[in-house]
């Protein structure tokens, strides 16, 4: 397991972060979010889809769950899911949305935010970003990012 580490200080920060992380990403690779409300994770999510030449608007999908975009770089096209799993509470939700059969895409990269939420059932091999509000400092947070 590798792990690193990065402070930011604004929105702005956070979304370059996810620019400089997005190029550590290829099609297959699951990432699990894991912050408070407010801490960041679709912010940063902004980001990799801003590297990745995503179109449409990134929000997140608290109230629709899955968000689908279309990403690119200089060697393909894939999907890319944004899952928040905010609202679930249990294994049946989750087979509901077909959260099994998006984590198994190939040709995708999955963003699972709230990932605590996900009842065991995220893949071995992951990025998990924990993102970590300063109590002291406003807009600064604690971005660790480890390699599993």
């Not at 968000?67 to 249990?90: A, M």
């Not at 959260?99 to 605590?116: H, Q």
Request: aromatic share 8%.
């Amino acid at each position: 397991m590798t792990s690193e580490q990065e402070i930011t200080n604004s929105e702005e920060e956070t979304i370059n972060a996810g620019i400089r992380f997005a190029k550590k990403l290829h099609p297959g690779d699951t990432v699990a979010l894991f912050g408070t409300l407010g801490s960041g994770k679709t912010e940063f999510i902004k980001g990799i889809c801003h590297q990745f030449h995503v179109t449409d608007i990134v929000s997140s999908p608290t109230f629709t769950i899955m968000n689908q975009y279309t990403g690119s770089d200089k060697d393909s096209i894939f999907q890319i899911y944004h899952i928040d799993l905010y609202r679930i509470k249990n294994k049946l939700e989750l087979a509901e949305i077909g959260f099994s059969e998006c984590l198994d895409t190939k040709n995708a990269i999955k963003f699972i935010e709230w990932a605590e939420k996900a009842n065991g059932m995220l893949p071995s091999k992951r990025f998990d970003v924990k993102i970590e509000c300063d109590v002291d400092i406003e807009n600064r947070r604690n971005l660790i990012i480890e390699k599993i």
